[in-house]
């Protein structure tokens, strides 16, 4: 009965099968926006479901409603797409979907279906016989088999420990894990604690050697990856046939062990023999593998708390824009607007466009009578480019603008930002986003371009000061390219040291970074050099807890000397000493 949904001014809220099973016994016709739990509905379609409701007038034959895909068993194929989708459904029988938020195509599908109503119930004409069309596509199958597969997942933690990460060997191991076929679930970068490693590894604490064990796990940067044995759908590459007529290249070490793996019958062992498969490949005593269920529950407990939801998750980074005008006169709104919209703002920079950056990001427009004005215009100012992130966050991001010009903004979606943010200097929305996952990559990579630094944690840092530090540099945003613990020698001091060798305090320094080992990383990002060194705060602690108090230095320096890190202070400096301290430092 009506009585039992929850009515909106609009849209009749449907959210679980029941609700989907009444809302079939309308008359007439139901346009149903099908939405995912982590969007919501289509808020820029509903000025124009309302219009239609206004002007049609049609209230016993027009219905519309909301859909939660995620709750109702007939909508489980639009499970986890990103795209909006909207069903048309004629006394009760589904006869029509339209993907993505096209207004005029539905608007004009609507007004046609409510005509037909009209002539039917007036004896005009008689009722089409529509096919029913099927709501399981030809992924479904697969879909519902990868979700049931992936419930099922027996993960495996791989421990790629610090004289790999430091060789360089890293990369290759992560490669040869994934051409075989494993799934790399998740990853974490991190320098083990005395105390995760004696936890980690307590079935072998009795052995003579532990200390030692321990000394070199805590030494260095170490990478904790998830792995998952994957399923029939992630084929190792080497499984395709040879092209008829070609001749085979010879096989190369991993294609021979995983064609061998991969034979009839043997799938399953090639499944459970991440271990061997290592061993074969000669970079076992690289790499500790953690098959056991308890034991791999600690390592989830610990470093991946999160991963269920992050595996129901699509995080996404895309590139936005805020083009001059909009940027100058209503910066803190865009960015208010962003925010509310669960958006992370991962990078953010003020820049002026070169005629040719311009011209490739209006590119939609190249054909329209105002394109010269448009990139004079885009040259003429400051722009605000930003990383964001979020769950679907490119789709999410592009449904937000709405339109590229006003006019259709204003016309079919008066909610979007391109309605809410129009200015009167050009007709085109005054917000970009990239347009697919490799564009924004490759936008973001020219935008901001990655940048390695030095950093050092001075040897009077405690552990767990040093783990504290650790911290702040991920949530800052930083990858640690590379980190290792080192006795730093007079003449690495001094490489490092350089511009203060003179100074009368540079024994104390010396004898000061003698007293225990360092901690040395490479830090990356964009703007690396400036931002570590923000982060880092004032020289001087206390003058740090006054200007920066939520700095390095500012929560962990005693005295100017024992500030606790150090960090270069230009880019050349910085790829200086990198290439000094470490071997193959780019090959991280």
Avoid at 10 to 17: A, D, E, F, P
Wanted: charged share 30%.
């Amino acid at each position: 009965m009506a009585s039992k949904k929850r009515e909106v001014q609009l849209q009749t809220v449907i959210n679980n099968q029941s609700l989907w099973d009444e809302m079939l016994q309308n008359k007439g016709l139901t346009v149903i926006d099908v939405y995912q739990a982590w969007c919501g509905p289509c808020k820029a379609m509903q000025p124009l479901f309302r219009k239609l409701k206004n002007e049609l007038n049609e209230d016993e034959i027009l219905h519309f409603a909301v859909a939660e895909a995620d709750n109702i068993v007939t909508l489980q194929p639009f499970r986890d797409k990103c795209e909006p989708v909207f069903l048309f459904s004629v006394n009760g029988k589904i006869i029509a979907k339209i993907q993505g938020a096209n207004a005029p195509l539905v608007n004009k599908k609507v007004i046609n279906l409510i005509n037909e109503e009209r002539k039917i119930a007036a004896g005009e004409m008689a009722r089409p016989q529509y096919p029913e069309i099927p709501l399981v596509d030809s992924d479904s199958e697969v879909s519902e088999e990868t979700s049931y597969e992936s419930d099922q997942d027996l993960f495996s933690i791989a421990i790629i420990k610090p004289d790999a990460v430091i060789s360089g060997k890293g990369l290759e191991i992560k490669r040869k894990i994934t051409t075989a076929g494993f799934i790399i679930e998740a990853e974490h970068k991190t320098v083990l604690t005395e105390e995760q490693v004696v936890n980690f590894y307590s079935q072998i604490a009795d052995q003579p050697d532990f200390e030692e064990f321990v000394s070199f796990m805590t030494s260095g940067l170490s990478y904790i990856l998830v792995v998952s044995q994957g399923s029939k759908h992630n084929t190792p590459p080497e499984e395709t046939e040879p092209q008829p007529d070609m001749e085979p290249n010879k096989p190369s070490e991993d294609q021979c062990e995983v064609e061998a793996e991969v034979t009839p019958g043997m799938m399953k062992k090639k499944r459970d023999s991440l271990q061997e498969y290592l061993e074969r490949q000669h970079v076992a005593q690289f790499c500790d593998i953690e098959e056991n269920a308890t034991n791999v529950s600690k390592f989830l407990d610990t470093f991946f708390p999160d991963l269920k939801k992050k595996k129901s998750m699509k995080l996404e980074k895309t590139l936005a824009l805020l083009r001059p005008n909009l940027f100058h006169e209503r910066k803190d709104d865009v960015l208010r607007t962003i925010r509310d919209e669960d958006f992370k703002i991962l990078e953010q920079r003020q820049l002026v466009l070169s005629e040719k950056e311009a011209q490739a990001l209006c590119k939609g427009y190249e054909n329209e009578d105002y394109f010269n004005k448009l990139i004079e215009n885009m040259t003429s100012g400051p722009s605000l480019a930003l990383v964001l992130l979020r769950d679907n966050g490119l789709q999410y991001w592009k449904q937000l603008l709405g339109p590229r010009t006003v006019e259709e903004a204003v016309e079919y979606f008066p909610e979007s930002l391109c309605a809410q943010f129009a200015m009167d200097s050009l007709p085109v929305n005054q917000l970009y986003g990239s347009d697919s996952l490799e564009t924004a990559e490759r936008e973001i990579q020219h935008f901001f371009p990655l940048q390695s630094t030095l950093g050092l944690i001075k040897p009077h840092a405690t552990s767990e000061q040093r783990e504290k530090i650790l911290n702040m540099i991920k949530e800052a945003g930083f990858d640690l390219t590379q980190v290792k613990k080192m006795f730093l020698t007079p003449e690495q001091i001094e490489n490092i040291y350089q511009k203060i060798t003179g100074k009368d305090f540079y024994k104390d320094l010396l004898e000061m970074l003698s007293e225990g080992p360092s901690t040395v990383m490479i830090l990356t990002k964009w703007n690396a050099v400036a931002e570590w060194r923000r982060l880092m705060g004032p020289t001087d602690p206390e003058e740090a807890k006054v200007l920066s108090p939520d700095s390095i230095r500012a929560r962990f320096g005693i005295s100017k000397l024992k500030n606790v890190v150090h960090g270069a202070s230009n880019a050349y400096e910085a790829k200086e000493v990198v290439n000094r301290l470490f071997e193959n430092p780019e090959d991280n």
